[in-house]
Every structure is written in C-alpha cells, then in structure tokens.
C-alpha cells in the first residue's frame, strides 16, 4: 500500500484545508449510514446537521470569499456551482433529520458530493489559488486566516504526537 504524505498549503489556506477533514467524515459517515437502519440514518444526519451549521456554511462563504480572486473564471464557477449543489443536498438531507425513515440515497449522493468536491479542492483549486497568489493578495488572506482560526476551532492547528 502507498501512503500519499499530505499537500503542504500556504500557511493563509490551511485553516480552510484543516476543516476538510470534518467535512471528509462527515461525507464518509453519510455515505455509510446509507446503508444501516433508519435509526443510525437520524444520528448521522444530526450530526451532520451539526458540523453543517456550525462550520460547513461559513466554511463555504470564507472559500467564495477568499478565492474568488484566485482562481479562473472556470475554477471558480465550478466552486459556486458545487457550493449550490451541495447547498439544496443538505437542505433536503437535513429536513429529514427527524424523519421516521431518511432518504438513504440522498444521504449516499450528498457523501459523495461532498467527498468529491472536497478531494477537487485539495487537488486543484487550492493549488491553482497558491499559484496566482500574488504577496499582496497573501497579505490580504492571511487577516481571513487568522479570524477563521479565532472563531472554527476544526481549523486550528493539531498537536502533533
């Protein structure tokens, strides 16, 4: 088995790439209640609903925020388009929250919808922005960096063991 070690991002992106993991468990864990009973479906929806409202929509906002000067045209309509789509999917999926029985397929398409945008900006976008940064747009980050690292505790730094 190869081990992929991680891509090093500009000290400005990581708070943003810190909080894709919750995002990866997150879409790891829906596309696996998918497949259980109703009841693990409602828990894994909870906290979905949870990481969703308490970092995921302003995660999306700091993004379209930050990138937008960024990246081209393409990259960053393809960042808005997959922000609406991943907007409605979790709009639908958190409305059964409390269903008797949750959509098992939305769940397992919005794991992963979420999954694979995640993995796009890691691989792509991200890299694309460090690219055309320029040292003021870096400077210019760096304020949004330090606030996301204030106020989203998933996007700080791990202790290292």
């Keep these: 088995m190869t081990i992929t070690p991680p891509i090093r991002r500009h000290p400005v992106l990581q708070p943003l790439s810190r909080e894709h993991m919750s995002g990866l468990v997150q879409a ?3 596309a696996a209640a998918a497949n259980e009973p109703p009841i693990e479906r409602r828990a894994a929806l909870a906290r979905f609903t949870s990481v969703w409202d308490e970092e ?3 995660h999306f906002l700091d993004e379209e925020r930050m990138l937008a000067p960024l990246l081209s045209t393409e990259s960053m309509s393809r960042l808005l388009a ?8 979790a709009e639908r999926a ?3 929250a409390m ?4 959509d098992a397929d939305l769940m397992r398409v919005l794991g992963v919808a979420l999954h694979d945008h995640i993995r796009w900006e890691e691989r792509e976008a991200f890299g694309e922005a460090e690219d055309s940064a320029t040292e003021s747009d870096l400077a210019r980050l760096a304020e949004h960096a330090q606030r996301i690292e204030r106020d989203r505790p998933g996007s700080r730094p791990r ?3």
């Design 99 to 102: 269903s008797a029985d949750p």
């Design 82 to 89: 997959e922000h609406r789509q991943l907007r409605l999917l």
């Design 94 to 96: 958190i409305a059964q």
């Design 159 to 161: 202790l290292r063991l």
């Design 28 to 30: 790891r864990s829906l």
């Design 56 to 58: 995921i929509v302003e």
